[in-house]
């Protein structure tokens, strides 16, 4: 039986005050549960150090929500996988549509990225997804199938082995429209089936994949109890201790 996570993506919300806040009621919220759930905040780059020192002692991890893949240098504006180590992060989102989409990332700089964190010890949350217009003209598996060939490529069983892989359909993100549950399982399935193919079906039957894409508590048990759905990647309802927590408990 695979684990569920729930990662949290803050996105560029919350200064340090409004963040200690946040992480303060989460905490609240989640003491002494027991939970069915692993817990990944991903606040922005400023909150990281604070989060890591309020985090201690509670089942949350931290992750980061970007990253560069060369270890320093002149690259003005950038942070390092060595960095976000410093400041107690074990994960790192990759691949969002929005750094794909706004910042002009490509299958071929994730792919650095991702090899730059295994390299570092960082478990990468790499997101995939179609557009609406790729859904609407029939091509969702082929986009996901070169996302995945091209973001994973070079890349081992062995590297990849605490890999996270969230499928966030673009049309879902940040406007409400939710994949539905067999919409969303349709193609975790397809995910995890070629995840086999690439690699092997011992290391597919393991892979987490979380499903995001305007989850909220009321939707959060359903995509979650679908057999290839292994937690969520939330946006817009992280931002809301309540509701963050809530769909944590969703998960069975
Ligand atoms: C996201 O940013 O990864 C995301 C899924 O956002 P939302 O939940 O707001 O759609």
């Known amino acids: 039986m695979r684990k569920k996570i729930v990662a949290g993506n803050w996105k560029m919300n919350n200064d340090l005050n409004s963040s200690v806040a946040l992480i303060s009621e989460i905490k609240n919220l989640l003491a002494s549960k027991s939970l069915n759930a692993e817990v990944i905040i991903c606040p922005p780059f400023t909150s990281l150090d604070a989060a890591n020192s309020l985090i201690k002692d509670t089942q949350i991890k931290l992750g980061a929500q970007n990253m560069y893949y060369e270890k320093s240098g002149a690259f003005t504006g950038e942070i ?61 598996f082929k986009i996901i199938e070169t996302q995945m060939r091209e973001g994973l490529e070079g890349l ?18 940040g406007t409400g429209k939710t994949a539905t549950p067999e919409q969303a399982e349709e193609v975790h399935a397809f995910i995890r089936k070629l995840i086999g193919e690439l690699y092997s079906t011992e290391f597919a039957e393991k892979l987490i994949i979380q499903y995001g894409g305007s989850v909220k508590p009321e939707n959060a048990a359903e995509l979650m109890s679908q057999p290839d759905i292994d937690g969520a990647l939330v946006g817009g309802a992280c931002l809301k201790a309540d509701s963050f927590v809530k769909i944590i408990e969703s998960a069975q």
């Open 156 to 173: 081992t069983a062995e590297e990849l082995a605490n890999l996270i892989i969230a499928y966030e359909p673009v049309w879902a993100i």
């Open 80 to 140: 390092s996988p060595l960095m976000l180590k410093s400041v107690g992060c074990q994960y790192v989102i990759l691949g969002h549509s929005e750094r794909r989409t706004i910042f002009g990332e490509s299958n071929q700089l994730i792919n650095k990225k991702i090899k730059a964190a295994v390299e570092n010890q960082l478990n990468p949350i790499f997101c995939i997804g179609e557009t609406l217009e790729e859904r609407e003209s029939g091509v969702t």
